[in-house]
């Protein structure tokens, strides 16, 4: 099936292109892609199968598990309660969560969650997956640990357990569990078909996750105390977790969000519109500034890249996110391929969400080629 559905402005007739392209080969089983410019969708398009088995068509409304791009909008979560004056970024995570100063954390600050840099990027073992999908418990595991460096010097991607960290600070201050305070507070009011939590009844709308090819990362050469060990082994998933009821409804804040392209970057808007979706303003502008001041930048200790961090989103690293636009663009990439970025200084959005997927933590080539098209068309 190589039939594109949706509207698009004829500039982007390129990406259309690439798009078919890689249904026709087989490259893509299924997917969506959204471009909003100045926050009015220029691109909503979608295609392909939503099985493996190709029986059904990928639709308007399909849902799929966008793995990290959930972070995004475990960061919009914070960011609202930063605008609002309920969490300074700079004051230490302990002064809402008391119970996160155990184990000498007291000291880690908002902001070293937000751009990886809290020390705490894992959980201690023994971890399986099904206990951090026990969220409150397992978030509580986290406050209780020591961190494995010291807060701030250095990132170390959270892989798994960002949005449990986020979820520790927003339920502390709300009283609010993650998946509910986005769904009252950004899914909601934005229209955005997005879920860290899906009720039983949306099942039938999700695309099951065609799990990467064996995964290339080689880890023997490092320390078992080093970070990168502790966090990829605890605890190791396979893409097929997603495939349950279980993983769905937990609504796991670093990785288990169900959402497609328009809705990823629908939230996202909220960066590249400086706080402002369709006329509605949610975040003051220079809230969203604080996402791109003071970064963290260096060799990120669990990914082993050079990486530059804003407050809750990847920034442009010449060295390893080149193909990201230069300016003030926040992005980040979802495990298999899935991307989305937010252009402040444009004004454009990106997402592109599929099922099929590759290797690697970071955009794909598909990926690469599709953002390359979008601003070859601006």
């Not at 559905?5 to 892609?33: K, P, V, Y």
């Not at 791009?69 to 008391?98: C, E, F, M, N, Q």
């Not at 809750?312 to 992005?331: C, D, K, N, Q």
Request: hydrophobic share 45%; aromatic share 8%.
């Amino acid at each position: 099936m190589t039939t594109v559905q949706g509207e698009a402005d004829e500039r982007f007739a390129g990406l259309i292109g690439a798009f078919r392209s890689n249904l026709a080969d087989g490259q893509e089983l299924g997917g969506s892609l959204c471009v909003l410019v100045d926050g009015r969708p220029a691109v909503d398009v979608w295609g392909g199968w939503s099985d493996a088995a190709r029986t059904a068509p990928w639709g308007r409304d399909t849902l799929t598990n966008v793995w990290s791009l959930s972070k995004t909008v475990s960061s919009l979560a914070l960011l609202l309660l930063i605008d609002r004056g309920l969490v300074d970024p700079d004051a230490p995570v302990a002064t809402y969560w008391p119970e996160f100063a155990a184990a000498g954390k007291q000291d880690v600050l908002v902001r070293h969650v937000m751009t990886h840099s809290s020390g705490v990027s894992g959980w201690d073992q023994p971890v399986t997956p099904d206990d951090i999908l026990a969220v409150d418990a397992a978030t509580d595991r986290l406050a209780a640990q020591a961190p494995w460096w010291p807060a701030g010097a250095a990132s170390g991607y959270h892989l798994l357990d960002y949005g449990h960290l986020v979820h520790g600070i927003v339920r502390a201050v709300t009283g609010l569990s993650l998946g509910a305070f986005v769904a009252d507070e950004l899914a909601g009011p934005l229209g955005a078909d997005f879920w860290l939590g899906l009720p039983a009844a949306e099942d039938a709308r999700v695309s099951p996750v065609v799990p990467p090819p064996p995964s290339r990362l080689d880890l023997s050469a490092l320390p078992p105390e080093s970070p990168a060990v502790r966090t990829f082994a605890g605890p190791v998933l396979g893409a097929e977790i997603t495939w349950t009821r279980a993983w769905r409804a937990a609504g796991v804040g670093g990785a288990g969000g169900q959402g497609n392209a328009r809705s990823v970057a629908r939230l996202n808007a909220l960066v590249s519109g400086r706080g402002v979706v369709d006329g509605k303003r949610m975040l003051s502008a220079e809230t969203v500034d604080r996402v791109f001041a003071a970064p963290i930048e260096g060799t990120d200790l669990v990914l082993g890249l050079p990486l530059r961090w804003g407050l809750g989103w990847g920034l442009r690293h010449e060295l390893s996110t080149a193909y990201i636009p230069e300016g003030r663009v926040a992005f980040w990439g979802g495990w298999g391929g899935s991307l989305v970025t937010a252009d402040v200084d444009r004004g454009v959005t990106f997402a592109y969400v599929m099922n099929r997927m590759s290797d690697g933590i970071l955009a794909s080539e598909r990926g690469r080629t599709y953002l390359r098209a979008v601003y070859d068309a601006l």
